[in-house]
């Protein structure tokens, strides 16, 4: 289609705006599609800083940027004013080292040799069989699981590669590289089709670090006039039926002051029954925040055990 005038020259700001720049569903810290998740992820492991644009809030933005392109799916990546793909293009180039060149970093170390020993074990849930079917619709390729050593998760349909171990899990097979195996040891893999939904992944070999704080808690720290962030993940019609007060909207603003934080300062996300609200508050933890929470049971629970003048919905 042909492009507005203005259109085009507003995308083409934002592609020279920064560096790097990411067209993507959500925002770095709250992605709302899988593959935005998972460019976020790598781009998160290459440079420090890059910028997002979130093409849900702007339909006009989600059509013109396709037909910027000439791409037809979102997300798509910018690196010095030029396109570089999709996910599976970053996915794959990532992978081959070839976006540490671009983006002038270190190319990762050669893979350890696989090492002898046995395979990890690894949980899947009834739940989670079903949604990987589902996902694969009929196509080729098997569950992948990554754990990086900042214990990142990443899942995602592949083809099973030299060294890889090819974990049975009741019939399904789970590829896990032989630099994640220890990492994977133990691992449960879940699926949760309410409130957002999602895959979860349950490592006991991570660190503690992102915490779950009851509505209870939290209503100790306001009578305590403890210093913190409270951060509500949702979305605006949902904000027009009940809020806690002193939460804050996630957005763009918002994201750009806690960027400014002492990474101890304690953040506390919240979203209607506690799903979405996780899925921020870890990203978060990636970021390097010490401190993060994620109120247990969101604001429904904040409404039956703390205030019940907040309506419920």
């Known amino acids: 289609m042909a492009l507005d005038p203005q259109l085009n020259q507003r995308i083409s700001e934002l592609v020279a705006s920064d560096r790097v720049v990411l067209f993507m569903k959500g ?34 933005l989600r059509d013109g940027i ?20 999709g996910c599976d293009i970053v996915r794959d180039m990532f992978q081959a080292g070839e976006l540490h060149s671009l983006l002038g970093v270190a190319a990762p170390a050669a893979a350890p040799a696989p090492a002898a020993g ?16 589902e996902a694969k619709g009929g196509e080729p390729g098997t569950l992948r699981l990554e754990v990086s050593p900042q214990f990142e ?9 030299e060294g890889d ?14 630099a994640s195996g220890a990492r994977a040891d133990g691992v449960r893999i879940d699926h949760a089709a309410a409130d957002g939904g999602g895959f979860t992944v349950d490592n006991p070999n991570e ?38 007060a002193g939460g804050r909207v996630l957005d763009a603003a918002t994201e750009q002051q ?9 953040l506390i996300f919240y979203c209607h029954h506690g799903g979405r609200s996780r899925t921020a508050a870890e990203r978060f933890v990636r970021e390097g925040y010490t401190r993060v929470y994620n109120l247990a049971g969101g604001i ?13 919905y």
């Open 165 to 178: 171990y090819q974990v049975d899990v009741g019939g399904f097979i789970v590829l896990v590289d032989h």
């Open 300 to 312: 429904d629970s904040w409404s039956v055990t703390v205030d019940p003048t907040v309506a419920r």
């Open 66 to 85: 396709k037909a910027f392109s000439e791409w037809p799916t979102i997300p798509q990546l910018y690196i010095d004013g030029k396109f570089v793909g």
């Open 207 to 244: 660190p503690a670090r992102m915490r779950q704080l009851t509505p209870k808690g939290l209503k100790a720290l306001m009578d305590a006039g403890e210093r913190f962030e409270l951060i509500d993940v949702r979305t605006d019609d949902e904000r027009s039926i009940a809020t806690i």
């Open 118 to 133: 046995r395979a990890p074990k690894i949980t899947l849930t009834d739940a989670a069989k079903r949604a990987i079917t």
């Open 153 to 161: 998760h990443e899942l995602s349909i592949d083809e099973a590669g």
């Open 258 to 266: 806690l960027g400014q934080l002492a990474k101890d300062v304690p």
């Open 27 to 60: 925002t770095r810290h709250f992605p709302q599609c899988g593959f935005s998740a998972t460019v976020t992820q790598i781009l998160s492991k290459l440079v420090p800083e890059f910028t997002t644009v979130n093409v849900l809030s702007d339909p006009a």
